[in-house]
């Protein structure tokens, strides 16, 4: 079964910066595109950040472009999500998962991990 396990969240000050880690069960996965979704309280989820298979190309929503960096390292079947200047806006529950396509903020799964909470105070 797939599994996706994200971790790294925490309570952070606004301009602070944290570093997500998402861990892939699947070897498969190291050919699919990857992405971070992000789920605010009373808000639906939201595309943040994604990448291709080899991490060559990224992709980002507009509110963290120039903030937070997609990366992987497909030999630890990982995925990052480095945040810097965090904003309380950016305070949610952070989710992994494949792509459909890179440059596509679709969900190839209808499976989530437990995802890692970020909270960001002022």
């Known amino acids: 079964q797939v599994q996706l396990v994200e971790s790294g969240g925490g309570l952070v000050q606004a301009g602070g910066s944290l570093r997500l880690s998402c861990v892939f069960s699947?070897?498969?996965?190291?050919?699919?595109?990857m992405g971070w979704f992000r789920q605010a309280p009373g808000k639906e989820r939201e595309f943040v950040a994604g990448l291709n298979w080899s991490g060559a190309e990224t992709d980002y929503g507009d509110s963290v472009k120039g903030r937070f960096t997609i990366s992987r390292d497909n030999s630890k079947n990982t995925v990052y999500l480095q945040m810097n200047n965090l904003k309380r806006e950016d305070t949610a529950v952070y989710y992994c998962?494949?792509?459909?396509?890179?440059?596509?903020?679709?969900?190839?799964?209808?499976?989530w991990g437990q995802g890692t909470q970020v909270t960001v105070s002022s």
């Open positions: 699947e070897r498969t996965f190291t050919s699919y595109p």
């Open positions: 998962n494949a792509l459909v396509l890179f440059g596509r903020p679709t969900p190839r799964y209808n499976l």
